[in-house]
């Protein structure tokens, strides 16, 4: 008798409707490959960017694919090293996600840079006075250890499973998984760090310069701090949406409760600083340069000052008390509303650090530059969800990633 | 011999820029694409996707005819020492050190082949100084004839921007040596920009060195450097008589006035 | 061996390993990035030692020197010659830009004949030996019908060696239709042969004045001798003024001490109106005035008529309705004459771009340094005479030339409508299209300019073209004459070629510039002198013997003799024995005099006008049509768009900002009130219509351009040479008119009535 591929005692799909979702999905990463291919060989051309729009799209989709993977870090870290042992039971989760996050912001950088075939240069001639270098090394040893955390969660398919040898290596390394979550955490801190260091060192850009600690600058910390707030939103919420979609319950709403209410402390504490960090930009650094806040602003749909409100309170300030006070977690619309918020916030962060300090002129006879991807720069930032949707439903149909799965699924 | 002291080894090679002599005549920019090979394309309407070292901004006083003027600012790259001396905007941000500051003549450098294509250093610059080559670049017929051997041909994928024609540096550099003197004449190293202007609206040379006049003009009272309070101390000045030209080349609060900044920036220079 | 799953699995992973830990993957690494450092599309120039040579650059009638950077036998840099007496070290961005067209991809590169139809782009390459006898045959076949003088030829000088062949090829073969392509040289030259009695060209002393008065000169917006202009500026003495008349603020006009913003076209009775105040106010040069001039009183003529003078002649123009016609306040025109009176050392200049000019203008603003007496003097206005060396044996011509050469010319120059003017070439369409059957031209040798270009109303030229049975274009270059000819010559780039290069405009010592060939000849090409001297060789025996040399390079040193030698080496020289002629001496009218009234002055027979240099607002095609066409339209012109002779070459189009031209379109300039009028915004899709054509553009607003213009920039709209230069906006020309200035058949057609409308 041959073993199914399938987890024990857990009910998947018929394999017509995996295949036609994995057909669909397919779809829309060959697209994306296919943009992939075509800026590989023409080079950057194919794109909307421009000398003014250096970073846009792209670096964009990297920095927040970050921030929303950092559920991965900031709930290991809550499992194994705070010792919150109830949330093994989404850990699982949290780390394919993180895997999918990094392993697309990798590619990203990959398809990002002029001369893709000397991308190492960034580790064989780092400049280590560099944020970037810091951002290549850390998102790489990190993708390393997301990596190695999620062998044996591979090795788990029943399958392989039956493969001795694969078994107790499987086994070994959950032993040692808290060393790899340490691990993962360190790196974490210091490569959301190094993402917000890179807008935040340019002297140069009144709009992202910030002043800081030591070589790091406010966005520094900032960075880390609201990946940590805002990841296990993001969790929640695609492990939410997988039970929508295969309309179980996978894992048990304290959880989510659990994780909601300390992404909301975090988020307003993250807030407070935010705010105090604006509040000194906007009256201290920019006018020390001669730019009132409005300078950075203007009335063209895309970067008015609404963004900073809908940053700020609209995605900040209002998830962030919905999310700690009980009645706001216990009903189940707003918690996922005001994590959704939270989620977007977090974008609207990463999209003005990036693509308004491009937008933004300095000398005051330049106007406001503009740009606009083209479909080449947007497959190819579609491609990592496809990519994204492809390994979680493989992920899912063929591995026991929810431990509580059987036991909230009695009936199957 | 008292003045040789002053020949220090170090040189911060700049520029001043008279704008009210400039004609806003392009002669330097067309000077600077011949001199260093860079490329052009069938549509270069675009000029954000159009490599100019130097580029000559038009901007004009806002005011209604015939109350109009006008005047012209070339902008090759600042050269900037930085916010302290040897860390530009650009330099610390590369993650190959594919663009360099060079100690002893302050100038920063732009290395092709060691460069990936980031664009770290682009969206760094506050002056649009740094371009990308966005496509291979191509010289039709027997344009390639023309390329000079001094400047390499930068590959698609790879930023560039003004070197101050290094390359003179380094030619003019050997010939000092080889003749076994250890200074630079003014007249022996001159960019390509500053040469071809036909009006001199470009003087270049040595800031350090108060034989040439650039040393002299930089600290004339109506010379000024584009955007100074964002303290990239740029190795580019300008003057010009014109206060309107003073007010739009840096951003200033309504009460405030360019030379007011520039007394209080002085006096913090001091104080330090 | 049975290769099971576990053992493939052992060897794919054993293998990945093993490979890792080899140098393999490292090396290929490493390789792959080398490779991309040295891409084999990516050019690296060859390095040899540079070596530096002095010529004169040809692109425009400048005549600067310029030296050439070569490694080996490339040219890779051209810079100023630094000693030359015209730039002094400048050059400007078009004659930097000459290696494009020399290496460029709109060079001809054989002698090509035409298979497809006109302009249809299909060639076939021919022999050197058989595109001669092709223009030869032809040629003689005019010459056996007795026809010769339907043979008409356009040339860029006749004060040069080239012009001066084709001019005696005309002369021996029997066709009077030697036209030199237009310039505003052409009605200040008139201008000076009617005031001053000399065939001469106009230099003015900017270098030396201290007041300059320039009348719309884009001094610094020309792209014409553009180096000599731009050093000679910049050595100006810092309290020198200039003050520059002109409706937009161009770049001159920035540079300006005074702008004043003359409507535009009265720039002539401005000048009248400053000449009223100087003479109202006593503030002439009486001694020029009293001794050196005639014209100014009032006279008797010999039939005892009485005869208005210059002076009765200002009557008209008092400053008050100087200031009606000009829109320039009275006060300021009164401050102006005494000022500009007042002045050590007075100039005023004018030649308008674009077009010929009105010779009555010219006159008028020639008069302005009449009275402050600076003709012929430092820092004033200078007659140049002709080149010297321009003089050969007489030539024996048979009945057959000397009976062509007499027939009127094809352009209308110097027949009674047009007495006075020597060359006509706007005139060409007009005439042909309005002839019978018969089609007037046979054959048009283009030895100089693009007409098919910069004819204005492109459309006319064109079916006038269509009418001419055998084009030849001498053209290095595929431009849109060339493409429209049946027969192309090519000449060798100037830096492939020796070529005399006359003083240029509005230079005011003589000099002659040498080109010499830098590099050798890139293709297949010949030298134009060369060319017409081995069509003469084919012809008959008369013409054969005028033309004794055995190619160009023979005739241009026999030419020069003596002097040859150093001007090989020197690539100029300056006349010497030149000093500008004493007041007493200079003037060849037939009063010996400086003559405000120009006597010899023929007036076309129905023309109402006096000979005196009577302004009036120039006229406008459209002009009755005020309603329709609520604008005017005017081109401008900028030193970073070749206007003329040779389509700008691709480094200068990226130096055009993205105000001018965007994805191809121009853009016209407005004010922002005249934008609010027609309800037109920045960056709007427009549609431009004149009295003759009609243009899609985009509007810029600039508040330095007077309300009720519309301005664009001339030069561009090619549709030949190569992708690189055609495509990009509208030729400025193709939306004008001629118009034959009714004194002297001068084309002053410079601008037109215009309407403006969102598209
Ligand atoms: N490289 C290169 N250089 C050239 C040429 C070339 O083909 N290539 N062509 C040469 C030739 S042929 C010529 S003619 C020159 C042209 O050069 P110039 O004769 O020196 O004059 P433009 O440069 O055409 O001057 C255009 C200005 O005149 C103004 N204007 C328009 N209408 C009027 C008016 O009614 N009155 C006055 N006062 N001003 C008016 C416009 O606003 C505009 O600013 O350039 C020469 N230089
Ligand atoms: N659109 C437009 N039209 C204009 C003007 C304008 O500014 N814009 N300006 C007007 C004015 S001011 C003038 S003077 C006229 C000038 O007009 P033209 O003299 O008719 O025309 P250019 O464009 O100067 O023509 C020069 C042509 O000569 C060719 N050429 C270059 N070198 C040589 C050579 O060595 N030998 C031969 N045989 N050919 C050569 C080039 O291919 C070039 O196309 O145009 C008038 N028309
Ligand atoms: S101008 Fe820009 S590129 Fe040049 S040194 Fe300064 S920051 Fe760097
Ligand atoms: S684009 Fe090149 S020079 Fe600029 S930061 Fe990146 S690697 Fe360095
Ligand atoms: S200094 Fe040299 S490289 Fe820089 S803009 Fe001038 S010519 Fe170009
Ligand atoms: S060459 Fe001189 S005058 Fe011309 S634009 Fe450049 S700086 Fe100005
Ligand atoms: S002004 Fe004329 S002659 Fe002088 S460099 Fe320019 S194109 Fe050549
Ligand atoms: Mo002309």
């Given at each position: 008798?041959?073993t199914p591929?399938?987890p024990?005692?857990?009910e998947?799909?018929?394999?017509?409707?995996?295949?036609?979702?994995?057909?669909v999905?397919g779809?829309?990463?060959?697209?994306?490959?296919?943009a992939?291919f075509?800026?590989?060989?023409?080079?950057?051309n194919?794109?909307?960017?421009?000398?003014?729009?250096?970073f846009?799209?792209?670096?964009?989709?990297?920095l927040?694919?970050i921030?929303?993977?950092?559920?991965?870090?900031?709930?290991?870290?809550?499992?194994?090293?705070?010792?919150?042992?109830?949330?093994s039971?989404?850990?699982?989760y949290?780390v394919i996600?993180g895997?999918?996050?990094?392993s697309?912001?990798?590619?990203i950088?990959?398809?990002?840079?002029g001369q893709?075939l000397r991308?190492?240069?960034?580790?064989?001639?780092a400049?280590?006075?560099?944020?970037?270098?810091?951002?290549?090394?850390c998102?790489?040893?990190?993708?390393?250890?997301?990596?190695?955390?999620f062998?044996?969660?591979?090795?788990e398919?029943?399958?392989?499973?039956?493969?001795?040898f694969?078994?107790?290596?499987?086994?070994n390394?959950?032993?040692?998984?808290?060393?790899f979550?340490?691990?993962?955490v360190?790196?974490?801190?210091?490569?959301?760090?190094s993402?917000?260091?890179?807008?935040?060192?340019?002297?140069?850009?009144?709009?992202?310069?910030?002043?800081?600690?030591?070589?790091?600058?406010w966005?520094?910390f900032?960075f880390?701090?609201?990946?940590?707030?805002?990841?296990p939103?993001?969790?929640?919420?695609v492990?939410?949406?997988t039970?929508?979609?295969?309309?179980?319950?996978?894992?048990?709403?304290?959880i989510?409760q659990?994780l909601?209410?300390i992404s909301?402390?975090m988020?307003?504490t993250?807030?407070?600083?935010?705010?105090?960090?604006t509040?000194?930009?906007?009256?201290?650094?920019?006018?020390?340069?001669g730019?009132?806040l409005?300078?950075?602003y203007?009335?063209?749909?895309?970067?008015?000052i609404?963004?900073?409100?809908a940053?700020l309170?609209?995605?900040?300030?209002?998830?962030a008390?919905?999310?700690?006070?009980?009645?706001g977690?216990?009903?189940?619309?707003l918690?996922?509303g005001?994590?959704?918020?939270?989620?977007?916030?977090?974008?609207i962060?990463?999209?003005?650090m990036i693509?308004q300090?491009?937008?933004?002129p300095?000398l005051?006879?330049?106007?406001?530059?503009?740009y606009?991807?083209?479909?080449?720069?947007?497959?190819?930032t579609?491609l990592?969800?496809?990519y994204?949707?492809?390994?979680?439903m493989?992920?899912?149909?063929?591995l026991?990633?929810?431990?509580?799965?059987?036991?909230?699924?009695?009936?199957s | 011999m008292?003045?040789k002291a002053?020949?220090?080894?170090?040189k911060?090679?700049?520029?001043?820029?008279?704008?009210?002599k400039?004609?806003?005549c392009?002669?330097?920019?067309?000077a600077?694409?011949?001199?260093?090979?860079?490329?052009?394309r069938?549509d270069?309407?675009?000029?954000?996707l159009?490599?100019?070292?130097?580029?000559?901004?038009?901007?004009d006083?806002?005011?209604?005819?015939?109350?109009?003027?006008?005047c012209?600012?070339?902008?090759?790259c600042?050269?900037c020492?930085g916010d302290?001396v040897?860390?530009?905007?650009?330099?610390?941000?590369?993650p190959?050190?594919a663009t360099d500051?060079?100690?002893?003549?302050g100038?920063?450098?732009?290395?092709?082949?060691?460069?990936?294509?980031?664009?770290?250093?682009?969206?760094?610059?506050?002056?649009?100084?740094?371009q990308?080559?966005w496509?291979?670049?191509?010289?039709?017929?027997?344009m390639?004839?023309?390329?000079?051997?001094d400047?390499?041909?930068?590959?698609?994928g790879v930023?560039?921007?003004?070197?101050?024609?290094?390359?003179?540096?380094?030619?003019a550099?050997n010939?000092?040596?080889?003749?076994g003197?250890?200074?630079?004449?003014e007249d022996?190293?001159?960019?390509?920009c500053?040469?071809?202007c036909?009006?001199n609206?470009?003087?270049?040379g040595?800031?350090l060195?108060?034989e040439?006049?650039?040393?002299?003009?930089?600290?004339?009272?109506?010379?000024f450097?584009?955007l100074?309070?964002?303290n990239?101390?740029?190795?580019?000045?300008?003057?010009?008589?014109k206060?309107w030209?003073?007010r739009?080349?840096?951003n200033?609060?309504?009460?405030e006035?360019?030379g007011?900044?520039?007394?209080?920036?002085?006096?913090q220079?001091?104080?330090h | 061996?049975?290769?099971?799953r576990r053992?493939?699995?052992?060897?794919?992973?054993?293998?990945?390993?093993?490979?890792?830990?080899?140098p393999?993957?490292?090396?290929?690494?490493?390789?792959?990035a080398?490779?991309?450092?040295?891409?084999?599309?990516?050019?690296?120039?060859?390095?040899?030692?540079?070596?530096?040579?002095?010529?004169?650059c040809?692109?425009?009638q400048?005549?600067?020197?310029i030296?050439?950077?070569k490694?080996?036998?490339?040219a890779?840099?051209?810079?100023?010659?630094?000693?030359h007496?015209v730039?002094?070290?400048?050059?400007?961005?078009?004659?930097?830009?000459?290696?494009?067209?020399?290496?460029?991809?709109?060079?001809?590169k054989?002698?090509?004949k035409?298979?497809?139809?006109?302009?249809?782009?299909?060639?076939e390459?021919?022999?050197w030996?058989?595109?001669i006898?092709e223009v030869?045959?032809?040629l003689?076949?005019?010459?056996?019908?007795e026809?010769?003088?339907?043979?008409?030829?356009t040339?860029?000088?006749?004060?040069n060696t080239?012009?001066?062949?084709?001019d005696?090829?005309?002369?021996?073969?029997?066709?009077?239709?030697?036209?030199?392509?237009?310039s505003?040289e052409?009605?200040?030259?008139?201008?000076?042969?009617?005031?001053?009695?000399?065939?001469?060209?106009?230099g003015?002393?900017?270098?030396?004045?201290?007041?300059?008065?320039?009348f719309?000169v884009?001094l610094?917006?020309?792209p014409?001798?553009?180096?000599r202009m731009?050093?000679a500026?910049?050595?100006?003495?810092?309290k020198?003024?200039?003050?520059q008349i002109?409706?937009?603020l161009s770049?001159?006009a920035?540079q300006?001490?005074?702008?004043?913003?003359a409507k535009?076209g009265?720039e002539?009775?401005l000048?009248?109106?400053?000449?009223?105040?100087?003479?109202k106010?006593?503030?002439?040069?009486s001694?020029?005035?009293?001794?050196?001039s005639?014209?100014?009183?009032?006279?008797?003529d010999?039939?005892?008529?009485?005869?208005?003078?210059?002076?009765?002649?200002?009557?008209d123009?008092?400053?008050?309705?100087?200031?009606?016609?000009?829109?320039?306040?009275?006060?300021?025109i009164?401050?102006?004459?005494?000022?500009?009176?007042?002045?050590?050392?007075?100039?005023?200049?004018?030649?308008?771009?674009i077009?010929?000019?009105?010779v009555?203008e010219?006159l008028a603003?020639?008069a302005?340094?009449?009275?402050?007496?600076?003709?012929?003097k430092?820092?004033?206005?200078v007659?140049?005479?002709?080149?010297?060396?321009?003089?050969?044996?007489e030539?024996?011509r048979d009945?057959?030339?000397?009976?062509?050469?007499?027939?009127?010319?094809?352009?209308?120059?110097g027949?009674?409508r047009?007495?006075?003017?020597r060359?006509?070439?706007?005139?060409?369409?007009e005439?042909i299209?309005?002839?019978?059957?018969k089609?007037?031209?046979?054959?048009?040798?283009?030895?100089?300019g693009?007409?098919?270009?910069?004819?204005?109303?492109?459309?006319?030229?064109?079916?006038?073209f269509d009418?001419?049975?055998?084009?030849?274009?001498?053209?290095?270059f595929m431009?849109?004459?060339?493409?429209?000819?049946?027969?192309?010559?090519?000449n060798?780039?100037?830096l492939e070629?020796?070529?005399?290069?006359?003083?240029p405009?509005?230079?005011?010592?003589?000099?002659?510039?040498?080109a010499?060939?830098v590099?050798?000849p890139?293709?297949?090409?010949?030298?134009?002198?060369?060319?017409?001297?081995?069509i003469?060789?084919?012809m008959?025996?008369?013409?054969?013997?005028?033309?004794?040399?055995?190619?160009?390079?023979?005739f241009?040193?026999?030419t020069?003799?003596?002097?040859?030698k150093?001007?090989e080496k020197?690539?100029?020289?300056v006349?010497?024995d030149?000093?500008?002629a004493d007041?007493?001496?200079a003037?060849d009218?037939?009063s010996?005099?400086y003559e405000?009234?120009p006597?010899?002055?023929q007036m076309?027979?129905?023309?109402?006008?006096d000979?005196l240099?009577?302004?009036?607002?120039?006229e406008?095609p459209?002009?009755?049509d005020?309603?329709?066409?609520?604008?005017?339209?005017?081109?401008?012109?900028?030193?970073?768009?070749a206007?003329?002779?040779?389509?700008?070459?691709?480094f200068m189009?990226?130096?055009?900002?993205?105000?001018?031209i965007?994805?191809?379109?121009?853009f016209?300039?407005?004010?922002?009130?005249?934008?609010?009028e027609?309800?037109?915004?920045?960056?709007?899709?427009?549609?431009l219509?004149?009295?003759?054509?009609?243009?899609r553009?985009?509007v810029?607003?600039?508040?330095?351009?007077?309300?009720?213009?519309v301005?664009?920039?001339a030069?561009l709209?090619h549709t030949?040479?190569?992708?690189?230069?055609?495509?990009?906006?509208?030729?400025?020309?193709?939306?004008?008119?001629?118009?034959?200035?009714?004194?002297?058949?001068?084309?002053?057609?410079w601008?037109?009535?215009a309407?403006?409308?969102?598209a």
């Amino acid at each position: 008798m041959t073993t199914p591929a399938i987890p024990e005692g857990v009910e998947r799909c018929s394999t017509r409707k995996f295949t036609l979702g994995l057909a669909v999905a397919g779809a829309v990463l060959l697209w994306g490959v296919y943009a992939m291919f075509l800026i590989w060989f023409k080079g950057l051309n194919q794109t909307g960017m421009n000398d003014a729009y250096g970073f846009a799209l792209w670096i964009w989709a990297d920095l927040a694919i970050i921030a929303l993977g950092g559920g991965a870090f900031f709930s290991g870290f809550l499992t194994y090293i705070i010792g919150r042992k109830e949330l093994s039971s989404i850990i699982n989760y949290a780390v394919i996600i993180g895997f999918i996050c990094y392993s697309s912001a990798l590619l990203i950088l990959a398809l990002d840079i002029g001369q893709p075939l000397r991308g190492w240069f960034i580790f064989w001639h780092a400049n280590v006075h560099s944020m970037l270098t810091e951002v290549a090394f850390c998102l790489s040893c990190y993708f390393a250890v997301l990596t190695i955390e999620f062998i044996p969660l591979v090795l788990e398919n029943p399958k392989l499973n039956r493969v001795p040898f694969l078994h107790h290596l499987s086994h070994n390394m959950h032993e040692v998984m808290a060393v790899f979550a340490a691990t993962g955490v360190f790196l974490s801190f210091f490569h959301q760090g190094s993402l917000g260091g890179v807008s935040g060192v340019l002297y140069g850009r009144p709009f992202a310069f910030r002043e800081g600690l030591l070589i790091w600058p406010w966005t520094f910390f900032l960075f880390t701090w609201s990946a940590a707030a805002v990841g296990p939103c993001f969790t929640v919420l695609v492990t939410w949406l997988t039970e929508k979609i295969t309309n179980k319950k996978l894992v048990k709403q304290e959880i989510f409760q659990l994780l909601g209410k300390i992404s909301g402390w975090m988020l307003l504490t993250y807030m407070i600083a935010k705010l105090a960090d604006t509040f000194y930009w906007a009256m201290v650094t920019a006018p020390s340069k001669g730019f009132t806040l409005m300078d950075f602003y203007t009335d063209n749909p895309v970067y008015g000052i609404w963004i900073l409100i809908a940053e700020l309170v609209i995605c900040g300030i209002v998830p962030a008390l919905i999310l700690i006070t009980r009645k706001g977690r216990e009903n189940n619309f707003l918690l996922a509303g005001s994590m959704i918020l939270a989620v977007i916030g977090i974008c609207i962060n990463r999209w003005v650090m990036i693509l308004q300090v491009m937008a933004a002129p300095l000398l005051p006879f330049q106007d406001w530059f503009m740009y606009m991807p083209t479909w080449q720069e947007v497959a190819t930032t579609i491609l990592p969800v496809a990519y994204g949707v492809i390994l979680i439903m493989l992920a899912h149909r063929y591995l026991p990633i929810f431990p509580q799965e059987k036991e909230l699924n009695p009936g199957s | 011999m008292a003045k040789k002291a002053q020949h220090t080894a170090t040189k911060r090679y700049g520029m001043v820029i008279d704008l009210d002599k400039c004609t806003g005549c392009g002669a330097c920019m067309v000077a600077c694409y011949s001199e260093n090979n860079v490329p052009f394309r069938e549509d270069e309407s675009d000029k954000m996707l159009s490599l100019n070292w130097i580029q000559v901004f038009k901007v004009d006083n806002q005011k209604p005819f015939p109350d109009t003027e006008v005047c012209y600012i070339p902008k090759p790259c600042m050269q900037c020492d930085g916010d302290h001396v040897g860390h530009p905007p650009c330099v610390s941000v590369c993650p190959a050190v594919a663009t360099d500051y060079d100690q002893p003549t302050g100038i920063v450098s732009q290395i092709s082949p060691r460069c990936f294509g980031c664009r770290y250093c682009m969206a760094a610059c506050p002056y649009h100084a740094r371009q990308f080559n966005w496509w291979d670049p191509v010289w039709p017929a027997e344009m390639k004839q023309y390329l000079n051997p001094d400047v390499s041909v930068r590959m698609r994928g790879v930023i560039e921007k003004c070197s101050f024609c290094y390359h003179r540096y380094q030619k003019a550099r050997n010939k000092a040596y080889m003749e076994g003197r250890d200074e630079i004449p003014e007249d022996e190293y001159q960019t390509a920009c500053a040469e071809a202007c036909p009006v001199n609206a470009i003087t270049f040379g040595d800031l350090l060195n108060d034989e040439h006049e650039v040393h002299k003009l930089s600290k004339g009272k109506n010379a000024f450097r584009l955007l100074e309070r964002l303290n990239t101390n740029p190795k580019v000045y300008y003057t010009t008589t014109k206060d309107w030209v003073r007010r739009i080349t840096d951003n200033y609060l309504e009460n405030e006035t360019p030379g007011d900044v520039e007394k209080a920036r002085k006096a913090q220079k001091a104080s330090h | 061996m049975k290769i099971d799953r576990r053992c493939f699995l052992s060897l794919v992973i054993g293998g990945a390993v093993g490979t890792t830990l080899t140098p393999v993957p490292w090396k290929l690494t490493d390789d792959i990035a080398i490779w991309s450092q040295n891409w084999p599309w990516t050019p690296v120039p060859e390095d040899g030692p540079s070596k530096y040579e002095n010529t004169v650059c040809a692109m425009c009638q400048g005549g600067c020197g310029i030296t050439v950077r070569k490694i080996k036998q490339r040219a890779v840099k051209i810079e100023g010659m630094s000693g030359h007496p015209v730039n002094k070290g400048s050059v400007c961005p078009m004659g930097i830009s000459s290696l494009q067209y020399l290496y460029g991809p709109s060079r001809v590169k054989s002698p090509m004949k035409r298979t497809g139809k006109r302009g249809e782009g299909k060639w076939e390459k021919i022999s050197w030996d058989d595109a001669i006898a092709e223009v030869s045959d032809k040629l003689k076949e005019l010459r056996n019908q007795e026809e010769p003088h339907k043979v008409a030829c356009t040339a860029d000088s006749d004060r040069n060696t080239v012009g001066y062949l084709f001019d005696r090829f005309l002369a021996a073969y029997g066709s009077p239709n030697f036209i030199r392509t237009p310039s505003s040289e052409d009605a200040n030259e008139l201008a000076l042969y009617l005031a001053q009695g000399r065939n001469a060209t106009v230099g003015w002393d900017i270098e030396n004045a201290d007041f300059i008065l320039s009348f719309g000169v884009p001094l610094m917006d020309s792209p014409d001798s553009a180096g000599r202009m731009f050093s000679a500026y910049s050595a100006l003495d810092e309290k020198a003024e200039l003050v520059q008349i002109e409706p937009r603020l161009s770049d001159t006009a920035a540079q300006s001490k005074r702008w004043i913003p003359a409507k535009p076209g009265t720039e002539g009775v401005l000048a009248l109106g400053l000449a009223h105040v100087i003479v109202k106010d006593k503030l002439y040069d009486s001694d020029f005035v009293k001794n050196y001039s005639s014209g100014f009183e009032d006279s008797e003529d010999e039939d005892g008529n009485t005869r208005k003078g210059f002076k009765s002649l200002l009557e008209d123009y008092s400053p008050a309705s100087v200031a009606e016609t000009t829109g320039i306040d009275k006060a300021k025109i009164i401050t102006l004459a005494r000022d500009f009176a007042g002045a050590g050392r007075p100039l005023a200049i004018c030649g308008r771009p674009i077009v010929q000019g009105s010779v009555d203008e010219a006159l008028a603003i020639h008069a302005l340094n009449a009275l402050v007496g600076n003709i012929n003097k430092k820092g004033g206005m200078v007659a140049i005479p002709e080149p010297d060396y321009l003089g050969w044996s007489e030539m024996q011509r048979d009945e057959t030339a000397s009976k062509g050469r007499q027939q009127p010319r094809i352009d209308g120059a110097g027949t009674d409508r047009f007495p006075n003017a020597r060359h006509l070439l706007h005139r060409l369409p007009e005439e042909i299209n309005s002839a019978g059957d018969k089609a007037p031209l046979q054959v048009l040798l283009v030895a100089g300019g693009n007409p098919l270009y910069t004819i204005p109303d492109t459309e006319a030229a064109k079916k006038a073209f269509d009418r001419i049975p055998f084009i030849v274009s001498f053209s290095p270059f595929m431009d849109e004459t060339a493409e429209y000819a049946d027969l192309i010559l090519p000449n060798h780039h100037f830096l492939e070629r020796y070529e005399d290069i006359p003083t240029p405009r509005g230079y005011a010592k003589p000099v002659t510039g040498l080109a010499r060939p830098v590099v050798d000849p890139q293709h297949d090409t010949m030298h134009t002198g060369d060319a017409v001297i081995s069509i003469a060789k084919n012809m008959d025996e008369f013409i054969r013997e005028a033309f004794p040399w055995d190619d160009y390079r023979d005739f241009l040193e026999q030419t020069f003799s003596d002097r040859w030698k150093s001007l090989e080496k020197e690539v100029y020289s300056v006349r010497k024995d030149f000093t500008p002629a004493d007041w007493e001496d200079a003037f060849d009218t037939p009063s010996k005099k400086y003559e405000f009234y120009p006597t010899s002055r023929q007036m076309p027979p129905d023309s109402e006008r006096d000979r005196l240099p009577a302004c009036r607002p120039l006229e406008i095609p459209g002009d009755g049509d005020s309603k329709e066409l609520p604008l005017l339209f005017v081109p401008y012109v900028s030193v970073r768009i070749a206007e003329g002779a040779i389509a700008n070459p691709p480094f200068m189009t990226k130096t055009v900002d993205d105000t001018v031209i965007k994805e191809g379109e121009v853009f016209v300039e407005i004010n922002p009130e005249t934008a609010k009028e027609n309800d037109l915004s920045e960056g709007d899709s427009a549609v431009l219509k004149t009295s003759s054509a009609e243009a899609r553009v985009r509007v810029h607003l600039f508040e330095g351009i007077m309300p009720g213009l519309v301005a664009m920039p001339a030069g561009l709209g090619h549709t030949a040479f190569s992708d690189y230069i055609s495509g990009k906006g509208e030729n400025a020309y193709s939306l004008l008119e001629a118009v034959s200035d009714p004194a002297s058949g001068l084309n002053t057609g410079w601008g037109s009535r215009a309407s403006l409308s969102r598209a």
